[in-house]
Nanobody, 124 residues
Framework: QVQLVESGGGLVQAGGSLRLSCAAS????????MGWFRQTPGKEREFVAA????????YYADSVKGRFTILRDNAKSTVYLQMLSLKPEDTAVYYC?????????????????WGQGTQVTVSS
């Protein structure tokens, strides 16, 4: 199994920035990639960004492209989501998740393990 622990959420004004972290432990050798998703009450979970563990290929939702950057530190088994130019519509609970090989990057069903989530609130 893989355990994921997110941190770094909080309250920020529009235009501000935050960096989320997700530390993986356990059977990390099974991780092919990691992703960030977000969810607000009453809405479906939304893909935000993902990164391939080996090689570092990255994938982004159109809504965050150019503002968010996903990074990884393999030595620390940690993935980061650097969020710039935050907007009120970015307010959500952000979850990190890990996936194995062989499925799409963009849907939550492809991911096996999930963190507990961290709240990001952007005030206008």
């Amino acid at each position: 199994q893989v355990q994921l622990v997110e941190s770094g959420g909080g309250l920020v004004q529009a235009g501000g920035s935050l960096r989320l972290s997700c530390a993986a432990s356990g059977r990390t050798v099974s991780i092919y990639g990691m992703g960030w998703f977000r969810q607000t009450p009453g809405k479906e979970r939304e893909f935000v960004a993902a990164i391939r563990w080996s090689g570092g290929n990255t994938y982004y939702a159109d809504s965050v492209k150019g503002r968010f950057t996903i990074l990884r530190d393999n030595a620390k088994s940690t993935v980061y989501l650097q969020m710039l130019s935050l907007k009120p519509e970015d307010t959500a609970v952000y979850y990190c998740a890990s996936k194995g090989y062989g499925s799409t990057w963009f849907t939550g069903e492809s991911y096996t393990y999930w963190g507990q989530g961290t709240q990001v609130t952007v005030s206008s």
